[in-house]
């Protein structure tokens, strides 16, 4: 493994970037206290400016760490913040990592998640080292599952009645996909 940490990554129309106090209205405002997207996501909607000021603290301090991956999504134009993309969790003994991404729902359907997931997974694989990199979707968000399957996973499996939706109070199901490294690297 080559632990980099958080680098500066481009795409044809993203910049993906460590997050940063001066960043904080602008997140709120573009992502995290937008409900449409917090249903689908384990942290709960920021109501407060304070939220994601404490939110933004914690990234920054975990950025003194090798193994922190943690991304503001920014439009390459305007550079204007749309979401997060960020390594949940990982194994170093089975070179393994999860992602989890959440974008401002006005972002939605324009093909910005699926080239961030799309980047950082060809960077954990190819410049990280590590050899699986999967994710998870609640069965009801289906176009979270769409945006992996367009950047190259396949289906794993579905954890059934795994977590509850925070709208309905419905036990819901987690379907899980995952890439490997051959594969990001034979394409």
């Known amino acids: ?3 980099l940490g958080t680098v500066r990554l481009e795409t044809e129309r993203l910049i993906l970037r460590k997050g940063t106090s001066v960043d904080t209205k602008e997140l709120f405002e573009n992502c995290s206290s937008d409900d449409k997207i917090t249903r689908y996501v384990v942290w709960n909607t920021h109501k407060t400016l304070d939220q994601t000021i404490e939110f933004l603290n914690k990234w920054q301090d975990s950025y003194d760490e090798e193994h922190s991956y943690k991304w503001l999504v920014t ?3 305007s550079r204007e913040i749309i979401g997060t993309i960020t390594v949940v969790s990982r194994s170093l003994i089975h070179k393994t990592c999860e992602i989890g ?3 401002g729902s006005k972002y939605w ?3 910005y998640a699926t080239e ?3 980047e950082v997974i060809r960077f954990l694989c190819k410049d990280v080292g590590f050899e699986t990199v999967y994710a998870y979707y ?3 968000n289906e176009a979270s599952g769409r945006i992996m399957i367009k950047a190259g996973m396949k ?3 579905t954890a ?3 977590m509850i939706d925070k709208i309905s109070g419905e036990r819901l199901d987690l379907v899980q996909y995952s890439i490997l490294k051959e594969e990001v690297i034979s394409a």
Do not use: I, P
């Open 1 to 3: 493994m080559n632990d």
């Open 75 to 77: 439009l390459k134009e």
């Open 101 to 103: 991404y959440a974008y």
């Open 109 to 111: 359907n324009k093909g």
């Open 116 to 118: 961030a997931l799309k």
């Open 138 to 140: 609640l069965k009801d």
């Open 155 to 157: 289906y794993e499996g």
């Open 160 to 162: 059934r009645s795994r």
